[in-house]
């Protein structure tokens, strides 16, 4: 089962404005194939299907608790694009916007109008092209050394990606949440390729990275690895997932330091609020009338 914390891992910059065509190329990251969506499913079915729980446990203990901290990882590609598409982000009630002025007539040509015709400007789950996210992209084998082979692979085309889409914006939300994701995805392609050394005892981590190009010379990623979140996998549970400590320990393939288990979360951020939007009826064309509703039972309830 789940615990919750109503905090992102990390602190977004608040945004400038409206982007919504980063948004619709960011979506790769959160739904499309080698996105986090991908990365959360594929590790949370392994532990779900997983033989051998305490046989194996270090190993079921890794694959269990990253897929936790994926949880985390689709929240913030979400929180991101959220960021991107709003218009009035911390901004009061706008009321009056006349549905024949075509308030939403920009979004006819941007890259995904279903941004602003399914999702109200929101984050939805699909891919760059807005095509949907799907099951197919989950690999669970059974078989504990392909999967983690799967899953190193899976981290690295992730990397790929990202380095991608960041080259495609540089909208300050976006690279903070890629920055520090490629700091995360780094340290999960290193998790796997140790897990796959004690298994095989071939060195997989001598791969990294790919592409071959370190985490250090991307600025919003070496604003993290400064503060140590290369070394560092969160135990994501008050009591369980314990043992993954005895494959997560070493040398850092990025720099060489001593990584190490961290009990609990990161500190993290607020949650994005991208507030009202009256041309969106999000979350109402009147917000007022709901607002007042949630009031009177605040009220009832004193
Ligand atoms: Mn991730």
Do not use: C
Not at 49 to 64: M, S, T, V
Not at 69 to 98: M, R
Not at 147 to 154: A, E, G, P, R
């Amino acid at each position: 089962m789940f615990l919750r914390i109503d905090r992102l891992q990390i602190e977004l910059p608040m945004p400038k404005e409206q982007d919504p065509n980063a948004a619709a190329a960011v979506q790769a990251l959160l739904g499309g194939r080698f996105g986090e969506m991908s990365t959360l499913m594929n590790y949370m079915y392994q532990s779900f299907n997983f033989r051998g729980k305490k046989a194996l446990k270090p190993y079921y203990d890794l694959i269990a608790n990253i897929a936790t901290e994926e949880l985390g990882h689709i929240e913030l590609v979400a929180a991101t694009i959220n960021s991107l598409l709003a218009k009035n982000p911390g901004k009061d009630l706008e009321e009056g916007v006349d549905p024949a002025s075509t308030p939403l007539g920009f979004a006819k040509d941007v890259r995904n109008a279903a941004h602003f015709i399914a999702g109200g400007a929101n984050s939805l789950v699909m891919g760059a092209m807005g095509e949907h996210w799907n099951g197919e992209y989950v690999f669970t084998s059974g078989n504990l050394i392909l999967d983690l082979l799967h899953n190193f692979f899976l981290e690295v085309a992730a990397r790929t990606h990202k380095l991608r889409v960041y080259e495609m914006t540089d909208n300050p939300v976006a690279r903070e949440m890629i920055g520090y994701l490629l700091v995360r995805g780094g340290v999960h392609a290193a998790a796997y390729g140790k897990a796959l050394e004690s298994l095989t005892g071939v060195e997989m981590t001598k791969m990294l990275p790919i592409p071959k190009i370190d985490n250090s010379k991307i600025p919003e990623a070496k604003k993290y690895m400064d503060l140590g979140f290369h070394r560092n996998l969160y135990r994501f549970s008050p009591e369980d997932y314990r043992d993954l400590g005895l494959i997560w320990k070493g040398a850092s393939p990025e720099d060489g330091t001593e990584v190490v288990v961290v009990d609990g979360p990161p500190t993290g951020g607020p949650v994005f609020d991208a507030g009202h939007d009256a041309a969106e009826f999000a979350p109402e064309f009147h917000p007022g009338e709901l607002y007042e509703i949630a009031k009177k039972l605040y009220e009832k309830a004193k």
